[in-house]
């Protein structure tokens, strides 16, 4: 239902409309079907929470977020939706224009389409040399988010791995030789001679 009180707030992430600033724009409440609700709740990213009540009267998503085909002027000249008006405009989806504008694919139904659109414009391969060119795998092609390495990588690293642990073992012994050599007294730069030992430290030598 349309409002035009001015103190109401588009709920829709990202959208800063209010009746106040935009008079022109229609606000319109949450449908009392829950079927519909849950539809205009997924469609605007935003579940009920801690931080997001739908209030009857005090939540709302503005005109700005459906299509002209969604609305009609009522008789008395107010602007309503039509029964089943689901907001589809959005910063997202360049407002119904973009990708985000329809349920957006899985990794592999991306990869199968491109992988498609592919073999329509590839060469036509030999049939002799069919057999030696390896089909890709379509979820890799999109991403190996989900793909487990191969056991000989997994051993590789574990090697690797390994091989680094004992080189930091060695370079903190190094390390810790060095700390120790530094600390130790200099006492050869002062005393070169028996002499020197016996003047400064009372020792007849070294």
Not at 116 to 128: F, G, H, K, W, Y
């Amino acid at each position: 239902m349309a409002q035009s009180l001015r103190h109401c707030y588009c709920s829709v992430p990202g959208c800063s409309n209010n009746k106040k600033n935009f008079p022109y724009l229609s606000f319109h409440d949450f449908p009392a079907d829950a079927e519909l609700r849950a539809c205009w709740v997924r469609a605007i990213r935003r579940d009920e929470g801690p931080t997001f009540k739908i209030l009857r009267g005090s939540t709302y998503v503005c005109s700005q977020h459906f299509t002209s085909e969604e609305t009609y002027v009522s008789a008395s000249g107010c602007n309503k939706l039509k029964k089943g008006a689901v907001p589809s405009r959005f910063l997202w989806n360049d407002w119904g224009k973009g990708r985000g504008s329809q349920a957006r694919e899985s990794p592999y139904q991306r990869a199968r389409k491109r992988l498609a659109e592919a073999d329509e414009t590839e060469m036509p391969v030999p049939e002799s040399s069919t057999e030696d060119v390896p089909h890709p795998d379509p979820v890799l092609t999109d991403h190996d988010y989900t793909c487990h390495p191969s056991p000989g990588k997994m051993d590789s690293a574990a090697r690797m791995i390994q091989q680094l642990k004992v080189q930091v073992v060695t370079l903190e012994h190094e390390i810790q030789q060095l700390t120790l050599k530094n600390q130790q007294p200099l006492i050869s730069r002062f005393c070169v001679t028996d002499e020197d030992y016996r003047y400064y430290t009372r020792f007849s030598s070294k």
